[in-house]
């Protein structure tokens, strides 16, 4: 019988079996300390800070390390005087939009009515924040109409309730409700990297802050401005992420939508009027194909900041990283790479005796 080996993926697998299961066993343990649970995807630009502002809110005093792919981390939070704790799961996406076909792994059935979504956007590079803010946006929308289909076949009701959700978060008499299109899981978009931002010339400041302020009405998000050098914007991001974690207050009196200032606005509470038209000429607008708003705020914004490419921003190869080493796989990893090399090696020496033949042959 031919001898059964296990791949480096077997190894892999059952790796992470027993560590689910010990996982399991703690939760089981756990259950009758936790009250509410809910789940946090953050994704965005990358190195834009997502790590940082996930430190900050866990109240971790530790170096943030580049994120490889999706990962998971949770926080908790005692609930009223009792011993119940609410519980959040956080998930964050690294590599930009290079690995966003894993939102399909947090946003699930089971997951689908307790989601939120934070976008970090990095207010340094803007010739890459709308290609990322679409790509990241569409894919997210894509998966969840595909739980939405998949659940309506046994809730019917579920589609009308995540809209009916979403109107709620920004108002259902709100003058803007014909033109907006609403995200369909709670989202904050959070620009970082304030600091180097607030540098940028006039112009470039306003036409970056006001397309933002677009995208955020147009899906019903709240918007923050921040960044890691300034503790009192990032105890504002930091509350926004409490918001959706744990259903915190966030302390926001007054919205702040001058350019000049970090922006600090709640969902729902902007308006097209306020916002007015994309930076481009009102007779230029009628000469535009776009055919919604956010097709023309596109189109503007792309003019005025040139989208750079962002197909080749993979992430570092993991495997190669200390932070993710795993003896079992990496041995086996290591056995493969050998049994290649020496795969290679035959075929190249076979590649020779052959061409080495038909040499001889002409000779003769």
């Known amino acids: 019988m031919p001898r059964l080996e296990k791949s480096v993926w077997d190894i892999a697998v059952f790796e992470a079996q027993q560590q689910d299961i010990a996982s399991t066993s703690q939760t089981e343990e756990e259950a009758s300390l936790e009250g ?54 956080i998930w964050e996406l690294g590599g930009g939009i290079s690995l966003s076909q894993l939102i399909a792994v947090p946003i699930t059935e089971n997951t689908l009515l307790n989601t939120s979504v934070i976008l970090v956007l ?31 076949t046994y809730n019917p009701k579920i589609y009308e309730e995540i809209k009916t959700r979403a109107w709620k978060r920004i108002g259902e008499q709100h ?49 923050q401005f921040c960044s890691n050098k300034m503790e009192n914007l990032m105890n504002k991001a930091k509350q926004q992420m409490s918001y959706l974690a744990f259903g915190s207050s966030v302390s926001i009196k007054q919205g702040v939508q001058d350019h000049n200032k970090p922006l600090s606005i709640p969902c729902g509470s902007d308006g097209m009027d306020i916002i007015g038209l994309p930076p481009v000429k009102e007779s230029d607008i009628g000469r535009s194909a776009a055919r919604t708003p956010m097709e023309l705020w596109k189109q503007a ?21 200390p932070q993710y080493q795993e003896m079992a796989v990496d041995n086996v990893r290591a056995q493969k790479d050998k049994e290649l090399e020496k795969y290679r090696k ?15 042959g002409d000779d003769g």
């Open 122 to 152: 990095d207010l340094s590079e803007p010739n890459k924040m709308w290609q990322t803010a679409e790509t990241l946006l569409k894919n997210t929308q894509e998966q969840v109409e595909a739980v939405i289909s998949k659940v309506s």
């Open 301 to 321: 914004f792309t003019a005025f900041f040139p989208q750079e490419s962002l197909e080749k921003e993979m992430a570092a190869d993991p495997s190669k990283d």
């Open 346 to 360: 035959k075929l190249e020496r076979k590649a020779k005796t052959k061409q080495l033949s038909g040499s001889m």
């Open 36 to 89: 509410a649970e809910n789940n946090v995807l953050i994704l965005g630009s990358k190195d834009a800070g997502k790590t940082s502002l996930i430190l900050r809110f866990l109240e971790k005093e530790e170096r943030p390390k580049a994120t490889m792919a999706l990962e998971y981390t949770f926080g908790r939070r005692a609930k009223g005087h009792n011993m119940n704790k609410d519980i959040v799961h």
């Open 175 to 223: 003058p803007d409700r014909d033109i907006l299109d609403p995200f369909p899981l709670p989202l904050v978009i959070i620009g970082t990297k304030y600091d180097v931002f607030q540098n940028f010339e006039s112009e470039k400041r306003k036409v970056i802050a006001r397309t933002l302020r677009f995208l955020a009405h147009n899906y019903g998000a709240s918007l």
